[in-house]
């Protein structure tokens, strides 16, 4: 699986764009981006996920560049409730007989201030 | 629709006692089920998965095992609890095959003094 890079934590103010870079340069071919967020105390969840240029939903956007080394998980407007971990995976780790394992880095703490 | 339980919610257990965290999953056949441990402050530790009913495959040597007597029951035990034990532990299903959505359950909180 490839090793991915992402800040340890992150401020930002409510009502703004936030931003999160992932950095994956050992990415392969068959593997796809996936963005979770667990909320303290909470288990997390799935937000979205992308092979390339860019993805949309209702929660957040997810651009991805060409080359695909990294990608960029943008959450518009955010509000207090956004404060959470967000974790960056990319692959998905084949154990074998339709087994496949998330592998959960440390993620990006964001913290949203009023 | 699905819906994942797990409990109990909290848990305090002295030293070396036993312990039992049940799931259970509603809506869904034959999933894929996972026990993940995260100590405070630090990431998701996968501990158990299983393909089916009997099966389970662990990914880190400890003092704990899991079982699945049944396709939507998994169920996590230790005979003698350690301090280093104490964390959130979290179950989780997904469908076979890669790129699939994960959901985990609510958790338990164990402390373990």
């Known amino acids: 699986l490839a090793k991915t890079t992402q800040p340890i934590s992150m401020d930002s103010y409510e009502g703004q764009e936030v931003n999160i870079t992932c950095s994956h340069n050992?990415?392969?071919?068959?593997?796809?981006i996936t963005w979770y967020q667990q909320f303290p105390s909470q288990g997390p969840r799935f937000i979205i996920q992308?092979?390339?240029t860019k993805v949309t939903n209702e929660v957040a956007s997810l651009f991805i560049p060409a080359d695909r080394k990294s990608s960029t998980l943008s959450l518009p407007r955010v509000s207090l409730s956004d404060t959470a971990v967000y974790y960056c995976l990319v692959g998905d780790k084949d154990s074998g007989a339709g087994s496949y394992q998330l592998t959960f880095g440390k993620g990006t703490k964001l913290s949203v201030i009023p | 629709s699905q819906t994942i339980h797990q409990w109990p919610a909290t848990l305090v257990q002295p030293v070396g006692s036993p312990l039992s965290l049940e799931c259970t999953v509603e809506g869904t056949s034959n999933p894929n089920l996972y026990w993940y441990r995260q100590a405070a402050g630090r990431g998701l530790q996968l501990l158990f998965y299983s393909v089916g009913i009997g099966q389970i495959s662990s990914e880190v040597p400890q003092n704990l095992s899991a079982s699945r007597p049944q396709d939507r029951q998994f169920i996590l035990s230790s005979k003698k609890l350690l301090l280093s034990d104490s964390g959130f532990y979290l179950c989780?299903?997904?469908?076979?095959?890669?790129?699939?959505?994960?959901?985990f359950g609510p958790g338990t909180r164990l402390t373990v003094l």
């Open positions: 989780a299903w997904r469908l076979a095959g890669p790129y699939n959505e994960q959901f």
């Open positions: 050992n990415i392969a071919t068959n593997d796809y």
């Open positions: 992308g092979y390339k």
